[in-house]
DNA sequence: TCAATAGTGTCTCTAAGACAGTATGTG
DNA sequence: CACATACTGTCTTAGAGACACTATTGA
């Protein structure tokens, strides 16, 4: 591949922005390709899974990854090429792609993290209500809601977070490319972007309990909290829930009251915020 | 998956991966070039500065932007990129960069952002303590440290955040391409990041006084902090800062003590962090 | 009837912020 | 001296968490 860009320097006085746009060749660069990843959580019965094909074709046939694909140069841009992606290997339509919230995660760019060539991917990251099965896409030997407990996110070489670092062989049980770390990193952000703003809810249909609530950051923290000291807290940050007057038709499957139902309300950061227990550990 | 790139599905089950590789021809692919653009961020007089350069070849010729350029494909990953790109810009030594965070902010995507052809960026955020002037890399006229009060921030027509929105041709005092609104996100960033991380300290020299780490507070969030309340509530993070012994030579320069010198501590994260006063009318 | 759950009350402790006060410098 | 600044003490209040308690439902 070449060493460098071209360089037009040397001729850029005598080239107005006119001739200088018509005489650009691209293809005159070293050739990247860009694509997007979708990290899309969701939440089955209590557990959190991940959206993930198992891929059709070389390289790493028959591994489980990320959905994504190829960036359509020139004609959209990085969100919408995610939310393409997303719609594509769901089998989704656009209506209910409104209410998946789909955020930007990062960019990974190591050299060697798809041996065909230098492939930068764009990680999104989306957090659905529970979806319907997904249908495998054109190139996708399999779709799959996996719960995430099941996959082994131990990135071994691959450390995580954006930038790029070296290539290394699938493991057995493990995500092809750089995607465990991707993963990892998706957990991570969904981890402290429930803390500061309302997208737990995202997990959620429309009505909701305040039980329904906790499980999502129970599941997605990974602990357990206090039901009366989480109650009471949710209700006290202004425009995080609203209530609906109404109530569950029935009380729990072991007994207890109806409980009261709530959408989400217009905040979009949480003040004061829900903080996640102790983490002294990860400080340093 | 796309629908441009080569589909190598309808003889994929007769290649085996060797062979796939072999004959793969990313030349293929609609071309799309990838860039690091660097929002680098320093104190100078206690007054945040932004390192600008002017553009020496079209499109935007003469407008200031952001120090960047186009990733070496194949041969660096982002991180890496960035780096280089701040070093060639500043013509800072690589010691001198390891006093610097480089940070991935995110990636900007729209067709029209560039109107040569598809160019997808990788924005990233540095913090830097004070350093000397810049010398202009090969494509730039100039290279300065700006200060960021004296930009036009107002993005117009891109509106703010990764993703990718409609080209806008450049107004009088504003950034090319996109850049005023990757500033605006770096800012809001910086603003976010020095609540729970030590990286004020990032813009200070190795021995600092809680005032000048106040300073640094005092000029990224725009507004004047208690003096006794912030020096209390530095000295009680476990990890901030971490006191030499040592004080200043004289007291300042309106009189008063000679205060103690501090260097950053091994935190990761503060807690409790210091959070901005009141900022209600962002939560909706 | 028992057990589980929804929702509320209360107590303690931490931390934020307002304010005051003392010591130590500069001009 | 006058004044700015470094740093500390104290008071009030908000919020987190532990715990207890009542009411309501299903099995």
Redesign the interface.
Known sequence: ?P???P???SN?EQ???QA??AA?D??A??????TVDVVALTLRQDELHVLLVER????Y?GCWALP??????????????AAR?LA?ETGVDTAALRRVHLE?L??????QRD????V?S?AYLAFAPDLPAPRP????AAAAWVPVSSLDLAVGPHRGG????THHPVRPGGLAFDHAAILAAALDRARAKIEYTPLATAFLGGEFTISDLRAVYEEIWGEKLHPGNFHRKVLSV??FVEGTGRTTAHGGSRGGPRARLYHRG????L?PALLRPD??E???
Chains 1, 2 share one sequence.
């Open positions: 591949m060493t460098q860009s360089r037009p320097e850029q080239l107005d922005e200088w746009l650009y691209p293809r660069f070293a050739p990247v390709a860009v059709a074709a070389p390289p046939r994504g694909g190829f960036v359509r140069a020139g004609q959209e841009d990085l969100d919408q090429a992606e594509e930007q990062g960019s990974y760019g190591s050299p041996p065909r060539m230098h930068i764009v896409g054109t190139d996708a954006p930038g790029g670092h202004p425009g217009d905040a979009r950061l003040h983490r002294e990860e400080i340093r």
